[in-house]
Structures are given as C-alpha cells and as structure tokens.
C-alpha cells in the first residue's frame, strides 16, 4: 500500500512540476523584459533590436534570444538545425510567455495586466503542448518569409524526423508554418495581382519535405486542437489544412491557365486535391468534389 501511494504522489508530482517552470529572479525578470521588447519590435530587426536582447542574455535566454535575433536578420542560418528543431517543454513555455506578454499589450479588447503577473500565470498553466509547439514556429516564420523574398531554397530538404519531432502531428506543425512563411499568403498576394510569372517563380525556390515537392506533404491525418489567436479560437486542422488546400488550388490553377497541363496534373493526383478526407477543411469543398468527380470519370 505503501509503494502504491508512493507511486500515485511521484506520478501527481512529475505532472504537476511539468507545468510549472520555475526561474531564478534575473531569468523571469530579463524574460519579462525580453517580452516588453518583442512587443515593441516584433518582427526582431535591427542592430539596436539586437543589441537590447543580448543585454537580456542568461544561460537559460541565450537559445530564445539567439533565435530571436537571427529571426530580424532573415538569413539562411534560421534554416539550421539549431533554429528548427524542437525546443524542450521549458523553453517552450518561455516562448509562450513572450507571446502573451506582446497580446496582452496589443489587444486593446482585454483587460491588460501587468506583465508580471502575467508572466508568472503562463509559467504555472498546463498548456497543450502542440500548442506550445505552433507558437514556437509562429514566432520564427517572419524571419524564414522575409528570407524567401530573394532567396532560393530549392536546394533544401527539410526532413521533419530530423528535428527531434516526436510524431505526425508535430511534423505537420513544422510543415504548416513552413508553407505560411512561404506560400500561404505570398500565393494569395499574387493571385491577386495577376502576377502568373511570380507565382511560378516562388514555386521554383520552394524546398522540399521528406524529399518530396511541398505538394506531396499528405500526412495530415492527425488529431485536432484547438488554434488561439489573440482574439479568436478555431479549429487548427480547419485553419491549416484550409490554407494549404487555398495554396494548392492556387498553383494548379497558375500551373493549367499558363498550358502547364503536366505539372497540373502532377500537383493534383500528388497533393492532398485529390483525396476527399480533406475537402470538409476547405472553404472550396464544392469545387473540390466537382474536380474529384471528374477526375474518376
């Protein structure tokens, strides 16, 4: 009886401790402090961006504000290892923080509070860890966006067990926010502009995944949470599958209005088009079961 409430208090205590993180002073304050400056500079740019963070360094700050900082530059070196693997629970729940700090300061809906006490709820709450994750990669995409401006990245192959990813789902955390620094809106922007030549001239610097064109990403069938943004919440499967099948429907219409029958073909017998789990994400599931229908035929 005795080792069995042994056990029961060792299993409440390892789940209990794993939400909460636990700082020294001169951590939690230079990380609040490190929030108050992401708020101001969110997209992290500039030596003077730069040299405020490094001023905030410890130990337990240098792999976020390494990141961060490279994150302003906008260079290949974002594409390391080091930048897109997966943090550790505790460093996740640092990048949380910044994020809450920098929404309490701009959404001017809520009630703000002081980034104190803020801090110390987010370091004490059990947040889903898939969560914690996308939050992760959101605050990195705007250097990797600003990066494929004028960079080619056709020679790169992301290889998503690589990253210390732990399952299909966080693989396709990574992949989404990939194509949302990327493509997502990028393609949008084009289409609407009437900019065909652009639109095949990204698609050209695009890398690979797994060794595959971006359209052949099809591993999506994983379970849903919940997206949280600053003032609204939706389903994530709804929310990212919904743009990637936008960006795919984008370029197989580029790829077929330009006589590029073959690489139309290719994208959509490859991609998740052609597969009708997918087409309740989308808001195009009509048309999407009208391609399908006649590609059967």
Not at 22 to 30: I, T
Request: net charge neutral; with cysteine.
């Amino acid at each position: 009886m005795k080792k069995f409430f042994a056990m029961v208090l060792f299993s409440f205590t390892a789940i209990y401790t794993q939400a909460q993180v636990k700082l020294s002073d001169k951590d939690f304050n230079n990380l609040v402090a490190l929030g108050q400056l992401y708020t101001h500079n969110n997209m992290c740019t500039g030596e003077k961006f730069a040299q405020s963070a490094n001023a905030l360094r410890t130990p337990l700050l240098n792999n976020m504000i390494d990141a961060l900082i490279e994150t302003g530059k906008a260079d290949t070196t974002l594409l390391q290892k080091r930048f897109l693997s997966c943090p550790n629970h505790d460093e996740l729940m640092l990048w949380y923080v910044i994020r809450e700090i920098h929404y309490n300061r701009v959404d001017t809906a809520r009630k703000q509070k002081p980034d104190i006490e803020l801090a110390k709820e987010v370091l004490a709450s059990d947040i889903d860890e898939r969560w914690l994750l996308d939050n992760y990669y959101y605050r990195i995409i705007s250097g990797i966006a600003m990066l494929f401006n004028t960079a080619d990245l056709s020679h790169y192959n992301f290889i998503t067990s690589d990253l210390g990813l732990k399952n299909d789902t966080e693989s396709a955390i990574f992949f989404f926010n990939m194509m949302d620094a990327l493509a997502n809106s990028r393609f949008r922007v084009l289409q609407y502009l009437k900019k065909p030549e652009k639109l095949i001239e990204f698609n050209h610097k695009m890398p690979m995944f797994n060794g595959k064109p971006y359209f052949c990403y099809t591993n999506l069938d994983i379970p849903d949470f919940e997206w949280i943004g600053y003032d609204k919440k939706e389903s994530y499967k709804k929310r990212q599958i919904g743009d990637f099948i936008n960006t795919l429907m984008i370029q197989f219409s580029n790829s077929a209005g330009n006589g590029n029958k073959a690489d139309a073909r290719e994208l959509y017998f490859s991609s998740i088009l052609s597969k009708p789990e997918y087409f309740k994400y989308s808001d195009s599931a009509d048309i999407l079961q009208s391609f399908y229908n006649k590609a059967k035929q």
